[in-house]
């Protein structure tokens, strides 16, 4: 790695790896040793560190806390057999923060800025990255307004931040999902497409609500007349319909995933019937019913592939066809996996190892 920007760091003294119990990791609780912090301050980004990890002291009128001026990314580490430190498409989370940035009218982390503070933390916490299967290090980049105002207006001076932690597997089991017809979870000229901090604010409680019907999770549906599909929980969702691979298109409403993209690239690759096209919840109904769809997923970093079991609609739970059964998924769920892990050939040169 060529180190072009200068990153101070200071080590723990007391490092917290010998208590981690591998075994049992609970999604987003353990956290390394190290964060990574830049501050944004009279237009450019400055004081790059990596300190422990420890609390922020930020002022009470910190614009964030009042105004959700905040976005973030999530994306993996794994090492292959060889010991060697893989990371997947993180030049696409770059750009992502970026795009994000663009909408909630924040000064944009530059791609170098963004790649540096990952590898640099990754490499200094390397032996955080588990290696047990399913298990990964989940890297969490991001970034908020850091004024003291509350004043509505953009912040003059942001926080870019990783942390990184030890996960493993997020969702195992196939999940329950209910199609929802009330609430939404972004509209057509909103911020749906931004990974921001209030899009999630917003979704707990339809979420919290659908829990209490015995759902794991909510289809959104498009926030005009619900009569379109667009995403199941913090996923995008797949469909296979007549052996077609089916998804909504990237719109406004509904978050790009670096996933989704993937398994799109890999499927058409395949030779697979490929169609990013608006999804009517009818239209899944009906191939429920007529046996048509073979398969429904949700797809993101955190899962993979999360397979959907059930879905509910308007009073009727519809259970879709067993889980060993459905080829396109698992060939997506496998060979995602695999190339993570350097087990298979990086096709596509979406790998970075780092190291
Ligand atoms: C992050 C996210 C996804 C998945 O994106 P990946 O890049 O595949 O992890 C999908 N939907 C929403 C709402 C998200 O926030």
């Keep these: 790695m060529t180190e072009t920007l200068d990153i101070q760091v200071t080590k723990t003294s007391n490092s917290k790896l010998p208590g981690i119990d591998f075994d049992n990791l609970a999604f987003g609780r353990t956290f390394s040793d190290h964060m ?39 994306l993996k580490a794994h090492k292959n057999e060889h010991g060697e430190i893989m990371i997947f498409r993180p030049e696409a989370n770059a750009q992502r923060l970026r795009k994000s940035a663009e909408r909630m009218c924040m000064p944009p982390v530059p791609e170098e800025l963004f790649m540096e503070a990952i590898e640099s933390l990754v490499l200094l916490d390397k032996d955080w990255i588990p290696n047990k299967p399913g298990t990964s290090l989940y890297i969490r980049p991001f970034q908020f307004a850091d004024d003291p105002f509350i004043g509505v207006r953009p912040s003059e001076t942001y926080k870019f931040m990783v942390l990184t ?49 015995g759902y794991h999770q909510l289809v959104w549906t498009d926030g ?105 998924s698992n060939r997506i769920l496998d060979s995602l996996t695999r190339i993570k892990l350097g087990q298979e050939e990086d096709r596509f040169g979406w790998i970075r190892k780092i190291g």
């Design 224 to 328: 005009k007349n619900h009569e379109f599909i667009e995403e199941s929980g913090t996923m995008n969702i797949m469909f296979v319909i007549n052996d077609t691979l089916i998804t909504p298109p990237t719109s406004d409403s509904i978050l790009p995933g670096i996933t989704r993209e993937s398994a799109l690239i890999l499927a058409r690759d395949w030779g697979l019937n490929v169609e990013e096209r608006p999804v009517r919840v009818d239209e899944v109904i009906e191939a429920i019913e007529n046996g048509s769809l073979t398969e429904a997923f949700g797809i993101g970093t955190a899962a993979t592939v999360s397979h959907i079991a059930v879905i509910g609609y308007e009073g009727t739970d519809y259970k879709l066809p067993a889980v060993e059964n459905r080829t396109i």
């Design 165 to 213: 932690g030890p996960v493993s597997g997020y969702y195992s089991e196939p999940v329950k999902v209910k199609i929802e017809k009330h609430f939404t979870r972004a509209s057509k000229g909103g911020v749906g497409s931004a990974k921001t901090a209030g899009n999630y604010a917003a979704s707990l409680y339809p979420a919290r609500q659908a829990q209490a019907q």
């Design 36 to 74: 990574f912090i830049a501050d944004y301050k009279n237009g450019e980004w400055t004081d790059l560190r990596i300190t422990p990890y420890q609390n922020l002291s930020i002022s009470p009128a910190n614009a964030t806390l009042h105004y959700a001026q905040s976005i973030f990314e999530g």
